[in-house]
Antibody, heavy 121, light 108 residues
């Protein structure tokens, strides 16, 4: 079955960087686009952007494009999200999610369990 | 950016009752690319409905979606105990993809 396992919770100081991993299994890794979504406490989910696993193309949200980088390691079936120059407003649960393709109308059909990133001095 | 507004914010119902959740967009959603997700604390979000009205794989028939343009509805007939959760709508037809603020479905 399709599954995404994300790395554990992180605590960072303002100005630092964080790198979250998302390991996929149960499907052909290179065939899908992966999105990253975050949800700050009490806020609605926020879309961060996507990466095409096959060719590495990326698209970032305008809000985060100067600070976020998506990468993938196809040999390890793992995606990565790195966010730099962290600020308190970046405290959130970060999710990876698979774009389904035609089978489910390009919605996000499988998600990771989430990684809590806390930014605090 | 398309802003999605969900109502009500909280819905208190009993098992066996019918739930109707609304999602209104600030402009028309491209190609009815509107999804509904169920989210329980500490779990991964679960896709329920895509393309406004299509049930995702293994989703029970009691979940149904309808709507087009800027007005969408998720209906859950005959609530089961496991249905009490937070529900989000999402539009993925225009970048940036956006989510509603959620409807919390709680046991009355």
């Amino acid at each position: 079955q399709v599954q995404f396992v994300q790395s554990g919770a992180e605590v960072k100081t303002p100005g630092a960087s964080v790198k979250v991993s998302c390991k996929g299994s149960g499907y052909t890794f290179s065939n899908y686009v992966i999105h990253w979504v975050r949800q700050a406490p009490g806020q609605r989910p926020e879309w961060m952007g996507w990466i095409h696993t096959g060719n590495g193309d990326t698209k970032y949200s305008q809000k985060l494009q100067d600070r976020v980088t998506f990468t993938r390691d196809t040999s390890a079936s793992t995606h990565y999200m790195e966010l730099s120059s962290l600020r308190s407003e970046d405290t959130a649960v970060y999710y990876c999610a698979r774009e389904s393709g035609y089978s489910s109308g390009w919605a996000f059909d499988y998600w990771g369990q989430g990684t809590l990133v806390t930014v605090s001095s | 950016e398309i802003v999605l507004t969900q109502s009500p914010g909280t819905l208190s119902l009993s098992p066996g009752e019918r739930a109707t959740l609304s999602c209104r967009a600030s402009q028309s959603v491209t190609s009815s690319r509107l999804a509904w997700y169920q989210h329980k604390p500490g779990q991964a979000p679960r896709l329920l409905i895509y393309s406004a009205a299509s049930r995702a794989t293994d989703i029970p028939e009691r979940f149904s979606g309808r709507g087009s343009g800027a007005d969408f509805t998720l209906t859950i007939t005959r609530l089961e105990p496991e249905d009490f959760a937070v529900y989000y709508c999402q539009q993925y037809g225009s970048s940036p993809y956006t989510f509603g603020q959620g409807t919390k479905l709680e046991i009355k």
